[in-house]
């Protein structure tokens, strides 16, 4: 059910391809996600619609028998038990669309997600940071050195 390959402008024009009964899943899965991550924003990457906060944090995408929901590697591994009755592979997982979504565990994934992007993100401003510091060192060093001559 993996829909045409045309391109999609928004998540709600990728969820408006599918048979109503698949959109009540994926608008539910949408709805659980911005619950989990209100700060997040909406976008379509790879073709699939996705929700981002310092870089991605999930995407998700509905297929013939089931959605996939992918949070990254890091988001499978850390629920690995969880996840244990549901296929998937290194980032992705499947929940059967006869079956009710895990509304909890994807919300404490998505919530991992965000704090594993925000954590990354405040070690980016760290390093920035001190690259500046360094940078200003030097400048004010030569500086004096000049001065003093």
Known sequence: MEGNKSTFQSIDEYILKFPPEIQEILNMLRRVIKESAPAAKEKISYQMPTFELHGNLVHFAAHKNHIGFYPTPSG???FKHELAE?????GSIQFPTDKPLPH???GEIVKFRVAENVKKAKLHIFIYTCCLILAFN???TAWRIRSSL
């Open 104 to 106: 909890q565990l994807i």
């Open 138 to 140: 030097q400048i004010f």
């Open 86 to 90: 549901y296929k998937g592979a290194k």
């Open 76 to 78: 499978i591994d850390a």
